[in-house]
């Protein structure tokens, strides 16, 4: 049977202040994507509103711009797959096993109260399948109830996007929250590699996550094992 992902992309394309844009960090998604095309599942992607997913320009640049991105960059298929993103009322999550939530700074604002998403994830989840997470996509769990009440990532060992690495990257004074602490607020036993932006990823059962964005090789691989 043909496993199926679903990649969950934001909308936003900047942050507070207009003037300094932001969105998807484009080797989570390709890097992941590649890893899964390779294995022949097929895939979809999804954002909170649909339509184009804007990409963050650091990512876009040397040393961070890889030929995984750049190939993206380079197909025209490829940059119409996030220039027509699917809405999360266009997709039948029991079709799904596993959804994967990419980052970028973006999704900290897109993705944590998003009812359609969290629908998506919750249906995945409660079917067995495999909700994931890297980077700041993990901010698409923070929030994720399941149908008794409870919080996904209550008790389990997740890891994201470190507020030591928010600090190194030079913009802890313009994202919204800090959401390494607020995963630990909801009960979440949260990991992070000994030293920033090392590659990292932690599996706790079907719940997959990865530290940053040198991190979704790992995350993919964690997951291929488990389909």
Known sequence: MTRRIL???TNVSHYADPGEPTGLWLSELTHAYD????????????????GKSPLEPRALKWPLLDASANAWLNSPARMTLLAETARPDEIDAALFDVIYFTGGHAVMWDFPDDAGLQKLARGIWERGGIVSSVCHGYCGLLNLALSDGTMLVAGKRITGFAWSEEILAGVSGRVPYNAE????RRGARYQKALLPFLTYAVADGRLVTGQNPFSAKATARKIVAML
Not at 35 to 45: D, L, S
Not at 181 to 184: D, G, L, N, V, W
């Open 7 to 9: 990649h969950v992309v």
């Open 181 to 184: 602490a607020e995963m630990k």
């Open 35 to 50: 890893i899964f095309e390779a294995e022949g599942y097929e895939q979809r992607i999804v954002s909170p509103t649909g």
